[in-house]
């Protein structure tokens, strides 16, 4: 897909995800402004853009802080101008009940994960083009869970409703839908030397037979922005290689439960 001189702003964009989605979308030819905590791995990526060719901003602070988040949109409208492209996809755990998230720590992860992407969306508000899109990047863990990660479950489901509150209020100026990814395997956009090391029954436990990529989620984030596919609004699209769907049951095709005696 072409997205020449298109502006696209990401949130958590110096690894991971993030990482990949600015790469992507600057070889396409997209102006891309992104913002991270991690000021080594932001500066870090902010060079392998430019050295590809490739046009891009890069805004060091904490989306949780209001003035960041203030300051980070007044540093891309004076880049850039208008926006095309608000990919909300900062996000993080800090435990859950189990381990004792506190009130400050289950706070913060809402502030990232909820907060942050309704006041982005608010700010960026007057400066969107028209044709604009708004992709958040929530989680099958905003309708599954394991246990002890109400943090970051609960910032998924919250983004996952904000994506269809944002639908209704900005009909007819901008689209705004969710992605919700699985398994991916991010490490390859983590800075190091990868080489993958899953099990058979890690990718088989997937009906498409793999464990997801990032290049998987950036597809997908594509598709949703293309005017294209201007009529799809409001949808939560699920990218897990099928793995929500497939019941299990003790003792089918490899599968077994051996709980923990109670006390231990």
Known sequence: MDFQNKVCVVTGGALGIGRCLTQEFARRGAKVAFIDRDEAAGQENLEVIRQAGGQALF???????????????????????????????????????????????????????????????????????????????????????????????????????????????????????????????????????????HSPADQLQHPVKRIGQPMDIVRAVMFLCSEENSFINGQNLVVDGGMTKLMIYHGDFGWSFTPEEEGN
């Open 59 to 197: 805004f060091h602070g904490d989306i949780a802080e209001e003035q960041v988040l203030r300051d980070f949109v007044q540093e891309v409208v004076k880049a850039y101008s208008k926006v095309d492209y608000l990919i909300n996809n900062a996000c993080l755990s800090r435990g859950g009940i189990l381990s004792g998230c506190s009130y400050e720590d289950f706070n913060y992860v809402l502030r990232i994960g909820v907060t942050a992407p309704y006041f982005l969306s608010l700010l960026l508000l007057p400066h969107f083009n028209p044709g604009a899109s708004i992709i958040n990047i929530s989680s099958t863990r905003a309708l599954m869970s394991q246990p002890d990660t109400e943090s970051y479950t609960a910032a998924k489901g919250g983004i996952t409703a904000l994506t269809h509150g944002l639908t209704a209020s900005l009909a007819g100026r901008v689209r705004v839908n969710a992605i919700s990814p699985g398994w991916i395997d991010t490490t390859p956009y983590h800075g190091s030397n990868y080489m993958p090391s």
